[in-house]
């Protein structure tokens, strides 16, 4: 099976990035990448998925939307920002059954996920993100928690945002969430969408940034996934272990995550490697990394 898909690969009508069921293994989870040049429109049918809508790079995007049994369209604008590495931005959650159309200038990210309850609309502004650091020393990442289930009432689709200095290690101790034990381990498919930049307040000349990706088996399910990732680039973890998620030197790395799967509740809960559980321990004595957050100009 193919879990990583190049800048390019995965372009389909109209859209830079299309992940959905017609990828072979796939059920539970799905991506939208689009850009919006020349007075161009992105447009999403009313189906069976709810989704979360944001601006990775724009000076503001207007969606506007039907809901299932509204007659009236209803129009949102979204604050934009210079890139996935310079703030936090605005949010637009809608449900399943809603039609939408997207409209304004650069690129935007939709995370998807089939469901069958229709939740509220939500906006969630920019300012109200909850940013925080996680890990400590080289194990320091951003996290962008906009879409998690203690920020979102969503009914599968779990999001947020993460970036990584160069030279740091994401997604460490290794973990996994491919099998559902209540209040232990979640069963989520996992989505990453790559972006990478010549490593901030450097003289790093790198003419090709990039970053890390590791998924091994936890099971008798066989996956290995050992790559580097560019911008635009997506790795899909349908199961296994996996991380670390790192940013080469030279290089700062940001990933968009999207969880979703079929356990009876929406939970994020995950469970170690027990190689490497010991990393978390060494976290108490060491501070974070002092580039983060990238909010705060350093």
């Given at each position: 099976m193919q879990w990583v898909f190049r800048s390019g690969e995965l372009a389909k009508s109209g859209w830079n990035v299309i992940v959905d069921e017609s990828i072979a293994g796939w059920k539970h989870t799905g991506l939208r990448i689009g850009s919006l040049v020349d007075g161009s429109i992105l447009t999403i049918a009313a189906d069976g998925k709810e989704r979360v809508i944001f601006a990775l790079e724009s000076t503001g995007l207007t969606v506007s939307y039907r809901l299932a049994g509204d007659s009236e369209l209803q129009e949102v604008q979204l604050a934009g920002r210079a890139s996935v590495f310079d703030s936090t931005t605005d949010h637009l959650y809608l449900p399943i059954n809603t039609e939408i159309s997207i409209s304004g200038d650069g690129r935007v990210a939709v995370g998807e996920a089939p469901a069958t309850e229709a939740k509220p609309v939500a906006l969630i502004k920019a300012s109200?993100?909850?940013?925080?650091?996680?890990?400590?020393?080289?194990?320091?990442?951003?996290?962008?928690?906009?879409?998690?289930?203690?920020?979102?009432?969503?009914?599968?689709?779990?999001?947020?945002?993460?970036?990584?200095?160069?030279?740091?290690?994401?997604?460490?101790?290794?973990?996994?969430?491919?099998?559902?034990?209540?209040?232990?381990?979640?069963?989520?498919?996992?989505?990453?969408?790559?972006?990478?930049?010549?490593?901030?307040?450097?003289?790093?000349?790198?003419?090709?940034?990039?970053?890390?990706?590791?998924?091994?088996?936890?099971?008798?399910?066989?996956?290995?996934?050992?790559?580097?990732?560019?911008?635009?680039?997506?790795?899909?973890?349908?199961?296994?272990?996996?991380?670390?998620?790192?940013?080469?030197?030279?290089?700062?790395?940001?990933?968009?995550?999207?969880?979703?799967?079929?356990?009876?509740?929406?939970?994020?809960?995950?469970?170690?490697?027990?190689?490497?559980?010991?990393?978390?321990?060494?976290?108490?004595?060491?501070?974070?990394?002092?580039?983060?957050?990238?909010?705060?100009?350093?």
């Amino acid at each position: 099976m193919q879990w990583v898909f190049r800048s390019g690969e995965l372009a389909k009508s109209g859209w830079n990035v299309i992940v959905d069921e017609s990828i072979a293994g796939w059920k539970h989870t799905g991506l939208r990448i689009g850009s919006l040049v020349d007075g161009s429109i992105l447009t999403i049918a009313a189906d069976g998925k709810e989704r979360v809508i944001f601006a990775l790079e724009s000076t503001g995007l207007t969606v506007s939307y039907r809901l299932a049994g509204d007659s009236e369209l209803q129009e949102v604008q979204l604050a934009g920002r210079a890139s996935v590495f310079d703030s936090t931005t605005d949010h637009l959650y809608l449900p399943i059954n809603t039609e939408i159309s997207i409209s304004g200038d650069g690129r935007v990210a939709v995370g998807e996920a089939p469901a069958t309850e229709a939740k509220p609309v939500a906006l969630i502004k920019a300012s109200d993100v909850e940013v925080f650091v996680r890990g400590a020393g080289r194990e320091s990442r951003q996290v962008n928690n906009f879409g998690v289930p203690e920020a979102l009432d969503a009914s599968r689709l779990i999001v947020c945002e993460v970036i990584v200095p160069s030279g740091n290690w994401s997604g460490i101790p290794p973990h996994k969430h491919d099998t559902f034990i209540e209040g232990v381990e979640s069963n989520l498919e996992e989505i990453y969408y790559f972006e990478a930049q010549p490593a901030r307040g450097s003289n790093a000349l790198t003419a090709d940034p990039s970053g890390l990706l590791h998924v091994y088996a936890s099971d008798e399910r066989p996956i290995e996934v050992t790559t580097l990732v560019h911008s635009g680039d997506v790795g899909l973890v349908p199961y296994g272990w996996h991380g670390p998620v790192a940013a080469t030197p030279g290089s700062d790395l940001y990933f968009f995550n999207v969880m979703a799967g079929p356990d009876p509740d929406r939970s994020w809960n995950v469970t170690d490697d027990p190689n490497y559980a010991w990393i978390r321990e060494t976290w108490h004595h060491q501070d974070a990394d002092p580039r983060l957050p990238f909010n705060e100009r350093k």
